[in-house]
């Protein structure tokens, strides 16, 4: 008999924990006032899970039900249990009496499940809760990576809005984030969305180009993308756009058709190196031309000397060339330049790093790492003496500490300048050794 | 309960299991050879060179060397492929020999004509730098005008890198399995780039899983070894011509 029981009170407990949110909202309607106490509470309790069932009757025509409903709407509309749910009305009303507080502590609890709240957050009225929603959701994005928080926003149920989480208060590391997480999340046409807004704001953002690209590819929207752009002259950041989603889909003689019809205004010397690299690799050199007449700083003359010299036209390759030598204003623009045309295999680096090259003795770094580079020329050609005279004078004017790695360990300061000491020695005795 | 009715039992159970589950999965086919990026890694590597068709020689010394010289070149493929004919002396199995009277160059495979290709120098009277590509040798001749047989200046050795542009994020799947061929890949490779030694190794590669939503889904990312070896052919063209420009000092 006790058994018998046992069993029974299992199986009603089974059944009541068996009921779901449409039953208990059901129950709201009962005609006894203890079972409609009863579900308000329990919808209530179940906070996310009651969401939906609750939303679908806040316009039910009998008005208890109606009333009873919006009240618990108040609870569960953020979509968050009910303990961060009060956290976050605590928090609302903090914000709303003008003490904007609260946000990291309230993140670092709660997580990336925060992010449900926005869109609800997003349909107030008032100033205080649109700076809360994006003072959140730059808080998540800054905190979490979008891995972890797309792992959290997976295991709840339901899909977030992603696009609602944006919002002018959002960095580009915010929008980064967000994209990456519509990746992750398979919501192409969100991460799309969010991708070409943060575009719009941040083109030379790098770290932004690789996910907006793959949201593009997996919403399958290149083509249209390309229609509404690809008119003349596009704005800087669609140019830049259609040139790297021509670089994705591998179209970029398409790129370079809308080059020969007009560059934009406002390209940054980077980014117009850049586009004529892209454009020189796949052989599309006079619209690579095109984009190096664009600028007037040292690299873009001397990138396009080089071209002209590829094209037969060493004339107009020496005029770039003397152009990019009066460009050579500040120690920064004449290290790159000289780092570029060494990597290029160009003689004339030498030339280069020899303007870094102080007189007075004074201390810099430019001028030393130009004579390590310059003794590293020489040692290459056998001027074993030169090349030590230019070691021992890059010491004698290094400033800060010489950062040295030998086989990929790195070495210390003491280390490295003992590494150069014995350098210079063994050059002495090559030079002094008859050839 | 008796063996047979267990028997009866748990087939429906699969079958209504199957039914509850997400359903089929979704399945898409992607043509991934026009838009993959090559790399071809010679020895240790060093320099990288790009070129046109999204393809990357990372070239050592003595590939550099090799692409600079080099005049004229052609690919070798096997049928079936998979076959590697040694090219290294002292016992090279595949050979060349030129023919100036008919001006062919024939290829010889252990004393047989396997192949024969049709080469007019003109005029030329220096030796023709020649590299002869096959799976991952690249061998540069040199070929007299006088006729004879060619001889091997260079052999060097690539291995190839493939990076598909993948058309999802992967990371958030479960249950995912990675294939090329029968060969079983990591997660990272897909993303990093599938190694290979030779293009004909190349097969779709099949990811299949459970997507972050819970769908299970089949994307093969289709690959043509036949269309790699094409662009990895024209990025010689351009490798030689583009070193001949790098080289050239102002």
């Known amino acids: 008999m006790r058994s018998r029981l046992v069993w029974c009170c299992l199986v009603v407990t089974g059944l009541a924990q068996g009921r779901d949110a449409a039953d208990w909202v059901r129950d709201l309607g009962a005609p006894q006032n203890e079972v409609r106490e009863a579900a308000e509470r329990q919808l209530v309790s179940q906070g996310l899970a009651a969401r939906q069932a609750v939303r679908s009757v806040l316009k039910d025509p009998d008005p208890e039900v109606r009333l009873r409903a919006q009240r618990i709407w108040q609870q569960v509309r953020w979509g968050l249990e009910p303990e961060p749910t009060q956290a976050l009305l605590v928090l609302l009303a903090d914000w709303r009496q003008g003490k904007s507080r609260g946000v990291p502590g309230f993140a670092e609890t709660w ?3 925060t992010l449900r709240a926005i869109p609800e957050l997003r349909t107030e009225p008032d100033e ?6 994006g003072a959140i959701a730059q808080r998540i994005c800054q905190r979490f990576k979008a891995v972890d928080i797309a792992a959290q926003l997976q295991a709840m149920p339901g899909e977030i809005p992603l ?11 915010g929008y980064r984030t967000l994209v990456q997480v519509g990746n992750l999340l398979w919501q192409a046409d969100a991460a799309t969305a969010l991708g070409l807004r943060a575009w719009r704001r941040w083109p030379e953002d790098r770290e932004l180009r690789q996910p907006t690209l793959l949201a593009i590819r997996a919403s399958g929207c290149a083509e249209a993308i390309w229609e509404r752009l690809g008119k003349p002259v596009p704005e800087r950041a669609d140019f830049l756009l259609l040139a790297y989603l021509a670089e994705d889909t591998g179209t970029i003689p398409r790129f370079a058709e809308l080059v020969a019809q007009g560059v934009p205004e406002g390209l940054a010397p980077d980014e117009l190196t850049a586009l004529a690299d892209l454009l020189e690799q796949e052989d599309q050199l006079p619209a690579a031309k095109l984009l190096l007449e664009r ?15 590829c094209q037969d036209d060493p004339a107009g390759a020496a005029r770039e060339w003397e152009l990019a030598l009066t460009k050579l204003a500040d120690p920064g623009a004449i290290y790159t330049l000289a780092s570029r045309l060494e990597q290029d295999g160009d003689s004339r680096a030498e030339i280069v790093w020899r303007k870094l090259l102080r007189e007075d003795g004074k201390t810099d770094v430019y001028a030393s790492n130009a004579c390590f580079r310059l003794a590293a020329i020489h040692e290459a050609r056998a001027d074993y003496a030169v090349a030590a005279d230019f070691y021992q004078r890059g010491l004698d004017c290094m400033e800060g500490a010489i950062l040295m790695t030998v086989g990929g360990k790195s070495l210390t300061h003491e280390q490295a300048k003992e590494r150069i000491a014995e350098t210079i020695r063994t050059l002495r005795a090559q030079a002094a050794t008859p050839p | 309960m008796t063996r047979r009715t267990i028997g009866r039992i748990v087939p429906l159970l699969l079958v209504l299991a199957g ?17 993959a990026q090559l790399r071809v890694i010679f020895g240790a590597g ?12 990372v070239l050592d010394a003595a590939a550099a060397g090799l692409f600079l010289q080099a005049e004229a070149q052609i690919g070798l493929n096997t049928e079936p492929p998979g076959l590697s004919l040694p090219l290294a002396p002292p016992n090279p199995l595949l050979t060349l020999h030129y023919d100036p009277a008919l001006r062919l160059l024939r290829v010889v ?21 020649f590299l002869l590509r096959h799976r991952e040798q690249f061998a540069l001749y040199s070929i007299s005008m006088q006729g004879g047989p060619a001889t091997l200046v260079s052999l060097c050795r690539a291995r190839y890198q493939l990076r598909l542009q993948l058309q999802r994020d992967y990371q958030l799947c479960s249950q995912l399995a990675i294939h090329l061929g029968e060969r079983e890949l990591s997660l990272a490779e897909l993303q990093e780039g599938i190694g290979v030694e030779a293009l004909d190794e190349l097969a779709d590669v099949v990811v299949a899983g459970t997507d972050p939503p819970g769908q299970p889904f089949v994307h093969t990312y289709q690959l043509d070894h036949r269309q790699l070896a094409k662009r990895v052919n024209d990025a010689c063209e351009a490798a030689m011509k583009r070193l001949r420009e790098f080289w050239r000092q102002p």
Do not use: C, I
């Not at chain 1, 205080?128 to 929603?133: G, I, T, V, Y």
């Not at chain 2, 039914?19 to 838009?35: K, W």
């Not at chain 2, 060093?46 to 020689?57: A, C, D, K, S």
């Open chain 1, 163 to 173: 696009a609602s989480l944006a919002s002018d208060s959002l960095t580009a590391e």
């Open chain 2, 109 to 129: 495979l252990a004393q047989e004509e396997l192949t024969t290709l049709g080469l007019d120098p003109g005029d030329r009277v220096l030796p023709l730098p």
């Open chain 1, 295 to 309: 600028g007037d700083t040292a690299m873009l003359h001397y990138r396009l000397s080089r071209l002209l010299l």
């Open chain 2, 46 to 57: 060093g320099r990288e060179v790009l070129l046109p068709g999204q393809v990357t020689f």
């Open chain 1, 128 to 133: 205080a809760a649109q700076k809360l929603a």
């Open chain 2, 19 to 35: 039914r509850a589950g997400a359903g089929y999965p979704v399945q898409a086919t992607f043509p991934a050879s026009p838009s």
């Open chain 1, 111 to 113: 997580g990336a499940q």
